[in-house]
C-alpha cells in the first residue's frame, strides 16, 4: 500500500514538514511506501491554462509535477500539509493543486484517503479558512477526507522547528495519520 504526503512549505525543515513527517510514521510502523514531496526542494510552475491537456491528456510544462502526476496513481492515500499565507494555503501548494487540472479527466485521486495539515505564526489567523481550502480540493477530486481528533491538525507555529515544543500538535498529527492509515485499510485491504 501505498501513501504520499506534500508539504507545501518553501522553508526546509518548516512546521508544515514536521508535522507532515510525524502524519506518516503510521504508515512507516505498518510498513506501507511513503513518497515525500517537499515543495521547498521542488519546483512547481502554475498551471498556464493553455488547455492543451484537454486536447492531449498532458500538461505541456515539463517540471517536478511529472513525478506528482506519477504520484497521485500510485498512492492509496494522501496527506497534504501548508503554512498559513495571508489566510490561505501558500502559493507553491496552490500550484500544485492547480496543475491537478492536467489529469482531472483521468481523477487519480477518486475513491482515495485524504487528510490536512494547516500551520501558521497567529491564534485563529486563517488556519481554518487554510484546512478547508486542501479539504474542499480534496473532496473535489473525489478524495474520502479523514478527519484527525477534530478537522485535520490546525497548529500555532512560527520559526522553523518551533512545532516540536508542541508535543500534543505532534501528536494530533500521528491521530491524524492513523485515521487516514484506518480507512484505507478498510477500504482497500
Ligand atoms: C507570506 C506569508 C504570509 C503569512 N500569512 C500568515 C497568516 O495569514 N496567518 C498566520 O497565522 N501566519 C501567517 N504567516 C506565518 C506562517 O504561516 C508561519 O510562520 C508558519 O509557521 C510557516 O510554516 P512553515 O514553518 O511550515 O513554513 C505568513 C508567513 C508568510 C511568509
Redesign the pocket.
Not at 13 to 19: D, F, M, P, R, T
Not at 155 to 163: H, L, R
Given at each position: 500500500m501505498n501513501v504520499i504526503g506534500i508539504?507545501?512549505?518553501?522553508?526546509l525543515?518548516?512546521?508544515?514538514?514536521?508535522?507532515l513527517r510525524y502524519a506518516l510514521k503510521p504508515f512507516e510502523d505498518k510498513e506501507w511506501n511513503i513518497k515525500i514531496f517537499l515543495l521547498s526542494e521542488l519546483t512547481i510552475k502554475p498551471c498556464r491554462a493553455c488547455d492543451n491537456c484537454r486536447k492531449n491528456a498532458i500538461c505541456v510544462i515539463d517540471d517536478d509535477m511529472n513525478s506528482i502526476y506519477n504520484a497521485f496513481k500510485w498512492c492509496d492515500a494522501i496527506i497534504v500539509?501548508?503554512?498559513?499565507?495571508?489566510?490561505?494555503i501558500?502559493s507553491q501548494l496552490l500550484a500544485v493543486l492547480d496543475r491537478h487540472y492536467a489529469v482531472d479527466i483521468e481523477r487519480p485521486l477518486e475513491g482515495k484517503v485524504g487528510g490536512a495539515i494547516a500551520?501558521?505564526?497567529?491564534?485563529g489567523?486563517?488556519?481554518a479558512i487554510t484546512i478547508n481550502a486542501i479539504y474542499n480540493w480534496m473532496l473535489s477530486r473525489g478524495i474520502i477526507c479523514v478527519p484527525g481528533e477534530l478537522n485535520g491538525v490546525t497548529?500555532?507555529?512560527?520559526?522553523?522547528?518551533?512545532?516540536l515544543t508542541q508535543i500534543k500538535r505532534l501528536k494530533q498529527s500521528e491521530i491524524l495519520g492513523r485515521n487516514v492509515l484506518s480507512i484505507a485499510q478498510k477500504l482497500f485491504q
Open positions: 508539504s507545501g512549505t518553501p522553508r525543515g518548516g512546521n508544515s514538514e514536521i508535522l500539509s501548508s503554512p498559513v499565507y495571508y489566510r490561505n501558500s500551520i501558521g505564526r497567529g491564534t489567523r486563517g488556519q497548529a500555532v507555529a512560527d520559526k522553523p522547528g518551533d512545532i
